[in-house]
């Protein structure tokens, strides 16, 4: 980070700091919106918010760390969720995954090395009926097939040139 | 109470005027169908292009964002009501399709007759039969669901209008005891899948010391496979809102808490709206409607973890701390939330409460069966020809849930066994489907309720990985406190995942077993107890198929990618190539119109190439142990 961006971020920690009371039951809202803001828990976040909560930094990592919500990495531009629920399952996500991994070659949790994705799966977004699902930057696709998962991912890197 | 009625009838006028423009319409009504379900399969373009061709043709039209109707399997769902009509429902209507749609039956006012899925009512309407009558609806009983598609969720109003916040007036006539004597009457069971009496949990807090006391509603819907919850706080969240009201007035609590999952932001926003609306109104804050009963509820977002959908780890969540549970008792009906006494219901037992305080206990009873009272919501899903959001009365049998609501197995393959209660429960075969559908059948089959997730398998799908798929959730999902479950659960899966490659050995059954056992046993919460619920069942029921992986390396339903290979009749193949460019990997060769080949060592048993390979050939077949199996030539035309 140079110093504008340092001085922004604490600016927007401030921001939400100013919402919640310094309870320890404010963390996970905390840590939500952080990440809402940054696309991850950054060090020097969880460093802020153990000073504003009077707690240590590695008791906000323990916490952080437990729920699978939370990134400490910048996530890509564009985030790949594949379903993971029991209906995607039987209807094949596991497929989808393979594909995406091979178009992409990188494996769940990681982002290619362009910083253009992050494929990730993800707990049963609840759209079981139309199965297998995936979510690309927080738009729900149904039915999704092989064809489908790779001409979304084309048209997505276009967008991306394009810009 | 009367200050409290003359509040609400200014209300109730005022949604009787809203609610007047959509059921004695001047101009058309739209409804679309755009729950998160809805969405992905395109309804708001649809929605675009309607209002796009309508302001185009300055044609005035009332568009309502609806929740899910239920047979999602047919969204995209739009209804239109002619002017003082009924709602038609047409389905699907894709995005494609719209402007087609838009001509026909909104500028023309005609009928589509191909996408008829019938009149929203009990009757015929000009020749369209009623949706009651469709095979997907007619065993339905739409208690909890009778808003859902029917009302703008954000719309105040239309909750109103439908009879919403009567039963909690109702309630604050009554008086705490009496609402909890009459919850106790209507036999009311916990929904989220133990299938607690739900007044009894009241009456320990009722009961318990504390000056502040907390009403939790768990919204935590972490079962994969499960979206009854979702449907109801994004088609309805006012039923569950008025149920906390009414929860929380009989068991004394002061603060009431959602608990709902991050990856439901459309829940979630919902509720936020309808929260707000509950405060700009009155119903909800210091002293509500002068009845000396002060109340607020906010909404805690889960980042996460399916364990928390344990309450004592629920509650850790909420105070700010790793979900991992303790040990009980004390209960949190005692000692919950920072020490005070807490309920915790599940969404859909809330919503329960405006129906059972508003028609009486006696209403209720008549639905369900003897011990398992009322409907339940499930979301029938997996390898079933419909899908979606029902809602029946317990006691219904199973064979009746997957075949005539959800119309058999898709594609007419042979049903195989029916998932209850996610990774919790158990997977019930064919041969039991007779079973009732209620708290203590599943329980004898070896499996539970659960909050309410079907899904069904058929002869495609591998009971083993199955067990597989479950446990590698558990073993994910397990918190890591005590060892029985952190541990267990990984040796479970490493035995299933040895069996599944091919590597097992007949003795690999037993200590699967007595692992099952001792995690079932010694586990500290329910996520431990029930994870080898999947095993098993499974082991119980379909033994053979895991005998089957481990003396004959075969799986019988040609999924476990390291005992299957799959390969290209030269007699049948005509070289058409599909196969080739669908295949992620590059492993088929061979030239046009020649019999192609497929690289084993490059092949990830995919299955794409089977899925391609047009009909009329089905020139790709599998292999795994001793069984081949072939795919059945379809002439072109015949299906």
């Given at each position: 980070m140079n110093p504008m961006e340092e001085f922004l971020f604490s600016d927007r920690l401030r921001e939400v700091f100013n919402k919640y009371p310094p309870h320890r039951s404010s963390l996970i809202p905390i840590l939500q919106e952080v990440q809402d803001f940054l696309g991850y828990i950054s060090e020097q976040a969880v460093n802020q918010i153990a000073d504003y909560l009077g707690v240590s930094p590695s008791e906000i990592y323990g916490v952080a760390s437990f729920y699978t919500q939370f990134k400490f990495n910048p996530p890509g531009k564009h985030i790949i969720q594949v379903c993971q629920g029991t209906a995607c399952h039987v209807r094949g996500s596991k497929m989808l995954v393979d594909v995406i991994k091979e178009e992409l070659g990188i494996e769940p949790g990681q982002t290619t090395p362009d910083g253009e994705f992050t494929l990730e799966r993800v707990a049963c977004i609840g759209c079981c009926a139309l199965a297998p699902a995936v979510v690309i930057d927080g738009k729900v696709y149904a039915q999704v097939t092989p064809a489908k998962i790779r001409e979304l991912i084309t048209t997505k890197k276009e967008v991306s040139s394009e810009v | 109470m009367s200050v409290a009625s003359d509040t609400m009838n200014i209300l109730y006028e005022r949604a009787e005027q809203e609610w007047q423009k959509i059921e004695n319409n001047e101009v058309p009504v739209v409804y679309i169908g755009s729950a998160t379900c809805g969405r992905a399969a395109g309804a708001l373009e649809v929605e675009d292009v309607l209002k796009r061709i309508l302001s185009a043709n300055g044609k005035g039209v009332i568009f309502l964002e609806v929740g899910c109707m239920g047979p999602c399997v047919f969204e995209p769902i739009v209804m239109v009501q002619e002017p003082k009509g009924i709602p038609i429902c047409y389905a699907p209507v894709k995005p494609e399709e719209a402007e087609q749609f838009a001509k026909k039956v909104l500028l023309e006012g005609g009928v589509w007759k191909e996408k008829l899925l019938g009149a929203f009512s009990t009757e015929s309407y000009k020749d369209i039969p009623p949706i009651t009558a469709h095979p997907m609806m007619s065993k339905q009983v739409r208690n909890i669901l009778r808003n859902c598609g029917l009302i703008d969720p954000e719309n105040f109003y239309h909750y109103l209008a439908r009879g919403g916040y009567r039963a909690f007036l109702k309630a604050l006539g009554m008086g705490s005891e009496a609402v909890l004597e009459e919850v106790k009457k209507s036999g009311l069971r916990g929904r989220g899948g133990a299938g607690f009496p739900t007044w009894r949990k009241w009456q320990f807090c009722r009961e318990a010391p504390g000056d502040v006391k907390y009403l939790i509603c768990n919204a935590d819907e972490g079962d994969p496979g499960a979206f009854m919850n979702r449907s109801v706080l994004e088609g309805d969240p006012h039923s569950v809102l008025e149920g906390m009201l009414i929860a929380g007035y009989a068991i004394g609590a002061r603060y009431g808490y959602v608990y709902c999952r991050a990856e439901y932001p459309l829940a979630i926003k919902r509720l936020e709206v309808a929260i707000k609306q509950m405060y700009d109104n009155g119903l909800l804050g210091e002293n509500i409607l002068s009845s000396g009963f002060s109340f607020d509820i906010s909404i805690k977002k889960g980042a996460g973890a399916f364990v928390c959908g344990e309450e004592t780890a629920l509650i850790g969540s909420i105070e700010g701390y790793r979900g991992m549970p303790r040990p009980r008792p004390p209960f949190p009906a005692i000692s919950g939330l920072w020490g005070k006494p807490t309920v915790i219901q599940n969404v859909e037992t809330l919503a329960n409460l405006p129906l059972i305080i508003g028609n009486g206990a006696d209403w209720y009873l008549q639905f369900g069966s003897e011990k398992s009272r009322g409907t339940k919501t499930f979301s029938l899903a997996g390898k079933v020809k419909r899908t979606g959001l029902i809602e029946v009365p317990l006691g219904i049998t199973l064979r009746e849930v997957i075949f005539d609501i959800g119309g058999g197995v898709l594609n007419d393959k042979q049903a195989k066994a029916v998932q209850t209660g996610g990774p919790s429960g158990g997977c019930i075969p064919l041969s039991m489907f007779d079973l009732p559908v209620d708290y203590e059948s599943l329980t004898s089959a070896g499996s539970i309720m659960g909050s309410g997730g079907m899904v069904l398998m058929d002869e495609d799908t591998c009971m083993v990985d199955v067990a597989k798929f479950f446990l590698t959730f558990t073993q994910a999902e397990s918190c890591g406190k005590c060892t029985p479950c952190r541990v267990g659960t990984m040796a479970m899966l490493a035995i299933l995942e040895k069996i599944c490659e091919g590597r097992g050995e007949m003795e690999d059954l037993r200590s699967l077993e007595t692992l099952a056992y001792t995690v079932k046993n010694g586990s500290l919460c329910g996520l431990g107890q029930t994870a080898p619920n999947p095993v098993l069942t499974t082991l119980k029921y379909f033994r053979e198929e895991y005998e089957e992986h481990i003396?004959?390396?075969?799986c019988r339903a040609f999924v476990c990618g390291q005992l299957i290979s799959y390969h290209i009749d030269p007699e049948r193949c005509v070289g058409c190539t599909m196969c080739a460019k669908n295949c992620p990997v590059n492993a088929i060769s061979g030239e046009r119109k020649h019999p192609h080949q497929i690289d084993q060592e490059k092949c990830i048993k995919c299955g794409q190439c089977l899925k391609v390979c047009p009909p009329v050939y089905s020139a790709v077949y599998r292999k795994s142990g001793s069984r081949v199996r072939y795919e059945p030539i379809k002439e072109k035309g015949k299906k």
């Open positions: - | 003396k004959n390396k075969e």
